[in-house]
């Protein structure tokens, strides 16, 4: 998916930062690293907040490369791996009615729209997707804490 500028989206993360300040983001699906994952480095670097940028891919290939295009944003953690099993991400997948009937849900990308679960069950399953869960506890454990105040 590529993630094009959105002068829109900037102005919503401003906002948001004035209601409740940003510290930690979890993102999952980094793929190369020069879509969602680049504009969100881009914004904390002119903004500087945060104590934590965590983002996960699981597939092996596109991992290394979105390191590489992450060299220039230090503070981003790429990290091998998945947020959840390898077989929950996949139940996921072949239940999610915003992936089996995509067409329902016109607001929502998708990858594939003629074989979503298709696609995302072959994507978990190819490459080399990371043996073991990441471990996400810490990180979450500090996001909740400092959501709930």
Do not use: C
Request: proline share 6%.
């Amino acid at each position: 998916m590529a993630v094009r500028d959105d002068p829109d989206i900037e102005t919503a993360l401003k906002e948001l930062q004035t209601i409740h300040p940003i510290d930690v983001v979890i993102e999952t699906g980094t793929y190369l690293g020069t879509g969602s994952t680049r504009m969100l480095a881009e914004f904390f670097e002119r903004n500087r907040s945060l104590r934590r940028f965590v983002t996960m891919e699981a597939h092996w290939s596109y991992w290394k490369t979105a390191r590489s295009n992450l060299q220039r944003f230090p503070f981003v953690e790429p990290k091998w791996g998945l947020s959840v099993s390898k077989e929950k991400a996949i139940e996921f997948v072949r239940n999610d009615p915003a992936i089996r009937e995509h067409h329902r849900y016109p607001d929502i990308f998708i990858d594939d729209v003629n074989d979503p679960v298709g696609f995302y069950t072959r994507e978990l399953q190819g490459g080399r997707v990371a043996p073991n869960t990441f471990a996400l506890k810490p990180a979450l454990k500090e996001l909740v804490k400092h959501a709930l105040y």
